[in-house]
């Protein structure tokens, strides 16, 4: 089991910024793949982004490249999600989910997830 618990969402104003971050607990945080999704008000959840367990491998949406990074502490039990530039179609429900059984990008591959934290962006 693994228990995740999302924080750090909020209102923000188009350009500006915001950290998002996923505690995890339950199981050996440092070996567990993690990502965030989103999903805004009537569309289906969508991949955002994802880490390996080291770290050294990241993986993003082509609509956040370049503007959010992915990170992560092991020690903290802890993964971030740094949002840059935001845009109003930025504005979602961010999801954090680990172990992916298949496909990283995919939410059908997850077990794992935590209630998400409210975005939104203002114009």
């Known amino acids: 089991q693994v228990q995740l618990a999302e924080s750090g969402g909020g209102l923000v104003q188009a350009g500006g910024s915001l950290r998002l971050s996923c505690l995890a607990s339950?199981?050996?945080?440092?070996?567990?793949?993690m990502a965030w999704f989103r999903q805004a008000p009537g569309k289906e959840r969508e991949f955002v982004a994802a880490?390996?367990?080291?770290?050294?491998?990241?993986y993003y949406a082509d609509s956040v490249k370049g503007r959010f990074a992915i990170s992560r502490d092991n020690a903290k039990n802890t993964v971030y999600l740094e949002m840059n530039s935001l845009k109003l179609e930025d504005t979602a429900v961010y999801y954090c989910a680990a172990e992916p059984r298949g496909y990283y990008g995919y939410t059908t591959s997850y077990t794992y997830w935590g209630q998400g934290t409210q975005v939104t962006v203002s114009s």
């Open positions: 880490i390996n367990w080291s770290g050294g491998s990241v």
């Open positions: 339950g199981r050996t945080f440092s070996t567990t793949f």
